[in-house]
């Protein structure tokens, strides 16, 4: 039995030597010290030893077990440090290396014309509304007083998704969604995508953007809308800015105009950008029609109002001297960069 128990020693040890993993040494425990292990099997024998011989083998085993133990803890300590030395290797840092370079985005110059236009209306105290794209022919037409064959609603001019469904061609449906709403006072602006099916070119693209302004309440008039406008103008293109109205025509408003700055490059003597002008037109206003008012359970007797709207992208083009509206569409970073 002696015999045997060196042996078992010896066969441990060199079971735990070729153990090269935490799962390997556990499986050798299992092997020699688990309940049906190698030693646990002749500990068990000892029952049929004499009296004497049985502390003389009791003391071997014990030994046995102890160094079996003490082996199997050593080399558990040391295959956790090789582990440890390994997953350090691995996750080692070198401070030295060139960072990676994270380049900041930015917004697009017509979003970032667009925050400035709100920063400004809000200001004077507007608040902002929205609009679906896809827009009904009612809101987009109808209720703003659109006659049935007004030239706009033409196939050639907007894009129709159904009879009565289409893309809309301005933010004005706004202004009725607001009123339909919102009783009076009202004084919002909608900033938003505007879609036409116009061939593009340098100063049109079937897709662009416009900003609403509409305001009812008791009491407003023409004067209102043209304080209203010049203020806009300063805080956007420079103090000495000027506006005038010149007379035009849209179904929603009346009387109607359309309102040009004094050119911000000449400060309105005249060069390249306003073609000699002094000029740059900057959008299209008005007092709200009376029937769009009652449209929208409004009593034109008792409430009146103003409204205006005008192209983003145009005002970009103004503003940063660009003298191509597809630029700002056809993704070259090169471009887009330098805002
Ligand atoms: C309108 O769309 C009116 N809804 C504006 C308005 C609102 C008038 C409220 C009165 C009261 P107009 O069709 O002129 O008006 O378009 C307004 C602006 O949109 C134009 O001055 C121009 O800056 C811009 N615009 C129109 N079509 C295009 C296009 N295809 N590409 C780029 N900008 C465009």
Redesign the pocket.
């Known amino acids: 039995m002696q015999e045997e128990l060196k042996n078992i020693e010896n066969c441990a040890i060199e079971d735990i030597k070729g153990a090269r993993t935490s799962e390997g040494i556990d499986k050798v425990r299992v092997k020699y010290l688990g309940k049906k292990g190698e030693l646990t099997k002749v500990l068990r024998g000892m029952g049929k030893l004499s009296a004497e011989q049985r502390p003389v083998i009791g003391k071997i085993a014990n030994t046995v077990r102890e160094n079996i133990e003490g082996s199997i803890a050593s080399m558990i300590n040391s295959i956790k440090q090789e582990e440890l030395d390994d997953r350090l290797k691995q996750e080692v840092i070198d401070v030295t290396m060139p960072g990676k370079k994270i380049t900041l985005g930015k917004k697009h110059p017509i979003t970032q014309v667009m925050d400035d236009l709100i920063s400004i209306f809000t200001k004077m105290g507007f608040k902002v509304a929205e609009g679906p794209e896809v827009e009904s022919v009612y809101y987009n037409f109808d209720a703003l007083n659109a006659a049935k064959n007004h030239p706009s609603r033409d196939m050639s001019d907007t894009f129709y998704i159904s009879d009565d469904t289409i893309l809309r061609t301005?933010t004005?449906p706004v202004q009725i969604r607001t009123m339909e709403k919102t009783k009076p006072p009202i004084r919002i602006i909608s900033p938003g995508r505007c879609f036409?099916n116009?061939t593009p070119d340098a100063?049109?693209?079937?897709m662009?953007h416009?900003l609403?302004g509409l305001v009812v309440d008791e009491g407003i008039t023409l004067g209102d809308l043209k304080g209203t406008l010049e203020m806009f103008a300063k805080h956007f293109f420079g103090e000495h800015t000027k506006i005038k109205f010149r007379p035009h025509y849209?179904p929603?408003?009346e009387p109607?105009a359309e309102v040009d700055a004094t050119c911000f490059k000449c400060s309105g003597k005249g060069c390249s950008l306003c073609k000699g002008s002094g000029w740059i037109?900057l959008?299209?206003?008005?007092m709200v029609h009376p029937n769009v008012l009652k449209n929208c359970n409004i009593d034109p007797e008792v409430y009146s109002g103003f409204?205006?709207?005008?192209?983003i992208?145009?005002l970009a083009m103004m503003k940063y001297g660009i003298d191509d509206?597809r630029l700002f569409f056809e993704n070259d970073m090169r471009f887009l960069n330098q805002f």
């Open positions: 301005q004005s036409r116009d100063t049109h693209t079937p662009f416009q609403e849209f929603f408003t109607s037109e959008l299209g206003a008005g409204a205006f709207g005008m192209g992208d145009r509206i």
